[in-house]
């Protein structure tokens, strides 16, 4: 009997413990857990020095500052959607090379080849001193000869800009940084003034079989197929500078692999240049900018202008054609002119005096006479079906341009009446627009922050994402396999195969 009490009690007892014991383990999970909770509701649940780019995540939170942090990035994107680390220096791995970002500034590295003279500033007369190949370009700059060859001058503002970008004050703005090492660039850059070259050296001299361009064509191209950078890649993450349309014409089926910066593709196969590939860059302006420009649709008394040459062959034909059809109308001017004596001046004039200017394809499809037309708020009126301007991904050009169809605006009484029927308001709004978009198409030394130079360099680097893609592609079969003899000697023969 004393034995089952015993054993009654010592049951009772052990479920008492046992309750206890669950009771306390319930009671200090759930106030750990509280304390937990607490600790962490200040930072969303998630400790976000623990996570790569915590700025992402913190957007999503609803506080105050994250909305300050919001409307900071709309400010400088517009209505984009792009979330940014606010950190100083922030380096996108695009493979070999990078493109950093730098205070939101985009800034392309750039390997830049240390050609001869010959290639670049010699011809514009320099000699070099010492071993340097390059001029002190901050106490002397070479001058650059005027008229024509200015509009194609894009090597020559490009290479400066390179030169630049390792002065120990350089521009904050700068969009450009050369190195020294050709594995951290994002692309090889080859300083040939290929435009300068075929203005200068395009005629063979008495006696010479071949121009002093072609020479130098030549031998730019066993340069280049002699450097590992090119071997390496087989000239897919080069660029190549060829605005002039005549210019590049011996070298280009060479070097195509490389990414080309042209005015057009008027004198290209598409499968040498096109628009995936390479880049298409302004002319520069040879009428002066319009400053404190306060005209406005009734003081420019002429509706329709174009100067320049009139019978062209292949895709200016229109020219002619127009030239007939408009000649009777009062308030256009159309005429033949050239930049000889005081050409530039009455360009001058004339544009500035018009509402519409005429841009016709001639030879090519494109022509200075655009950038000439925006430089003086002259609204440009563009017919050439085969044009492709320059920063179009990020420009809308229908905002301060007319396009016509070539075909349309051959048609009598077309072009005319579509011009007339465009009224004050809407002309205003597009002159207003020219005003807002002409620094884009300027060119500075050292350069501005979104002129022609640094938009020139952004458009490269939007390119470079596809070099790479190339590249690594190129590579996929790059690595022979053995043989199949070769194979089959490498498996070991069985034991006791004999």
Not at 86 to 104: A, H, T
Not at 377 to 390: N, T, Y
Not at 408 to 421: Q, S
Request: proline content about 5%.
């Amino acid at each position: 009997m004393t034995e089952r009490n015993v054993s009654s009690s010592f049951k009772v007892i052990s479920r008492k413990s046992l309750f206890f014991f669950f009771t306390m383990t319930s009671i200090l999970f759930i106030m750990s857990s509280f304390f937990v909770l607490r600790s962490t509701s200040g930072h969303n649940f998630i400790d976000h020095k623990l996570l790569p780019n915590s700025k992402l995540f913190s957007t999503f939170d609803g506080s105050s500052e994250s909305q300050k942090q919001k409307q900071n990035v709309d400010s400088l994107f517009g209505n984009r959607a792009i979330l940014v680390d606010s950190e100083d220096v922030e380096e996108k791995n695009l493979g070999r090379g990078k493109l950093c970002n730098r205070n939101d500034e985009l800034v392309i590295k750039v390997f830049m080849y240390d050609l001869p003279p010959e290639f670049h500033f010699g011809l514009l007369d320099w000699k070099p001193s010492g071993n340097s190949v390059w001029p002190d370009i901050r106490k002397d700059i070479p001058g650059y000869p005027g008229g024509l060859n200015l509009q194609h001058s894009i090597e020559f503002w490009l290479t400066l800009d390179v030169l630049a970008s390792e002065f120990p004050r350089a521009s904050k703005a700068r969009t450009v940084i050369r190195v020294r090492n050709s594995s951290e660039a994002d692309i090889i850059y080859v300083p040939f003034f290929s435009s300068l070259s075929y203005n200068r050296h395009s005629k063979a001299r008495p006696h010479e079989k071949e121009t002093g361009n072609k020479i130098l064509q030549d031998k730019l191209v066993k340069y280049l197929k002699a450097q590992e950078e090119w071997k390496r890649s087989g000239g897919k993450d080069h660029l190549i500078l060829a605005h002039h349309p005549n210019s590049m014409l011996d070298a280009r089926m060479k070097l195509w692999p490389a990414t080309f910066i042209l005015s057009d593709f008027g004198r290209y196969p598409p499968n040498i240049a096109n628009v995936e590939k390479d880049v298409i860059a302004p002319y520069k302006h040879l009428i002066g900018s319009y400053i404190n420009d306060n005209s406005d649709f009734d003081s420019r008394p002429t509706l329709l202008y174009f100067q320049g040459a009139i019978y062209r062959k292949d895709g200016g034909l229109a020219r002619q054609e127009l030239f007939y059809l408009l000649k009777g109308e009062k308030d256009v001017h159309f005429s033949f002119g050239s930049i000889q004596k005081d050409g530039i001046k009455r360009a001058t004039e004339g544009m500035r005096a018009s509402k519409f200017c005429l841009n016709i394809a001639g030879d090519t499809p494109s022509s200075n006479r655009l950038f000439d037309a925006i430089a003086s708020h002259c609204v440009p009126v563009i017919i050439s079906d085969a044009i492709e301007l320059p920063f179009e991904d990020v420009l809308d050009y229908s905002e301060f341009c007319i396009f016509v169809r070539t075909s349309d605006a051959v048609k009598e009484n077309y072009l005319i009446n579509f011009i007339r029927g465009i009224d004050k308001e809407e002309w205003t709004r597009m002159w207003n627009k020219l005003k807002e978009v002409e620094h884009f198409f300027e060119f500075h030394f050292p350069s501005k922050e979104h002129d022609a130079v640094q938009m020139i360099w952004r458009a490269v680097a939007r390119r470079v994402p596809a070099m790479k893609l190339k590249l690594n592609r190129s590579k996929r079969f790059s690595r022979t396999p053995p043989s199949i003899d070769e194979g089959l000697k490498s498996i070991p023969a069985p034991k006791n195969f004999w």
